[in-house]
């Protein structure tokens, strides 16, 4: 079983920078994808960011040049860089871990963006 524990979310301006972070605990294998989606009461879930064990990324296209994923392997943790924030960007951002056939995610947390 795994565990995710995100933190670092709260409120900012626009064109503030915030960091979250993601503690994976349990048994899990380096080769894993980590996460993070994000999601409001008017959409759904929407992927912001992934890393892969090797340390390949992907970011969604409103994210890209703004937003840096990163991990700590040592650690099990994830981080997500976020700079330049917008009104936009304001949401539940949850971690996710995709180990094996394994589907994990944190409880979320929240981000607010103000103008």
């Known amino acids: 079983q795994v565990q995710l524990v995100e933190s670092g979310g709260g409120l900012a301006q626009r064109g503030a920078s915030l960091r979250l972070s993601c503690a994976a605990s349990?048994?899990?294998?380096?080769?894993?994808?980590m996460g993070w989606y994000r999601q409001t009461p008017e959409k759904e879930r929407e992927l912001v960011a992934r890393?892969?064990?090797?340390?390949?990324?992907f970011y969604g296209d409103s994210v890209k040049g703004r937003f840096t994923i990163s991990r700590e392997y040592g650690k099990n943790t994830v981080y997500l860089q976020m700079n330049s924030l917008k009104p936009e960007d304001t949401a539940v951002y949850y971690c996710?871990?995709?180990?094996?056939?394994?589907?994990?995610w944190g409880k979320g947390t929240l981000v607010t963006v103000s103008s």
């Open positions: 996710n871990c995709l180990d094996g056939d394994m589907n994990y």
């Open positions: 349990g048994t899990i294998f380096s080769n894993n994808v």
């Open positions: 890393i892969t064990g090797t340390g390949m990324t």
